[in-house]
């Protein structure tokens, strides 16, 4: 009898040195990329990636989706969306170590969610997504109806997330944390997710690893810039906002 092996199964990324095209996109500015021997390391069921813009996000979290099998747009390792636009150079630089190898999974990538759900609606089973037509749905409402629908734990598999949050409400957000909490405890599914997001940087027992400064490490929330942008707003809304607005750079009386 085999013994059940839980999540994660992908275990580590390793960039080998030989097969990096230094000069090319996306290696001349990503810090993290240049350190000698660079790899990261998976050890939580749910890893979620936090960083400023341009920190490298969805650029690392695109090149493990073209490594493991995954369109370039979106989708699962049997949807082709047409044209992915040139081949992937740290995809190519990448070695993935798994335990076991699963193919099964999607690639979700908010930026190109209006093209996936055009070919899920076209050539999909829609009982597969809610049993209603994606773009017939509000943004937010097909951005659920996909995950809670077709992304399952009853199988092992891979789930890359880009900023899934972008059309979720609060609210909904809070909804989406809670099929993350799903996701970790069935121990069958693997996520990982990058998002500026507090809400789902708050799941419990997840890896959140920061991007920023050019170096990869664990961060808890509160030590985010996210966390504390948020907190100090909201905690205190109008003097944010009179330090924002005020044209002198001090704080109105």
């Not at 341009?54 to 370039?72: D, I, N, R, V, Y």
Request: aromatic content about 10%; charged content about 20%.
């Amino acid at each position: 009898m085999t013994s059940r092996v839980s999540s994660p199964f992908l275990r580590k990324i390793t960039l080998l040195a030989d097969k990096a095209e230094w000069g090319n996109h996306p290696f001349p500015s990503l810090g993290f990329l240049r350190q000698a021997g660079f790899s990261l390391d998976f050890i939580s069921p749910i890893t979620i990636l936090v960083g400023e813009n341009g920190s490298g996000k969805s650029t690392l979290l695109e090149a493990l989706a073209a490594s493991a099998g995954f369109p370039a747009l979106g989708g699962s390792q049997h949807h082709r969306l047409g044209s992915e636009g040139p081949e992937n150079a740290l995809a190519r630089a990448l070695r993935l170590s798994w335990l076991p190898k699963v193919s099964n999974g999607f690639f979700f990538r908010a930026e190109s969610f209006f093209g996936l759900a055009s070919y899920i609606d076209e050539v999909a089973d829609l009982g597969n997504y809610g049993g209603r037509n994606l773009h017939h749905q509000s943004h937010g409402e097909s951005f659920l109806a996909l995950f809670d629908n077709r992304l399952g734990a009853n199988q092992r598999a891979l789930y890359l997330l880009d900023e899934p949050e972008v059309a979720l409400s609060p609210t909904r957000q809070l909804a989406f944390l809670r099929l993350l909490w799903d996701w970790q405890r069935s121990g069958r599914v693997q996520a990982i997710i990058a998002t500026h997001s507090p809400i789902l940087m708050s799941l419990p027992g997840a890896t959140l690893l920061s991007l920023d400064g050019d170096v990869i490490r664990p961060v808890r929330p509160e030590e985010t810039e996210h966390y504390r942008v948020m907190r100090s707003f909201l905690g205190n809304p109008e003097r944010a906002l009179r330090q924002l607005l005020n044209d002198d750079g001090e704080e109105s009386p």
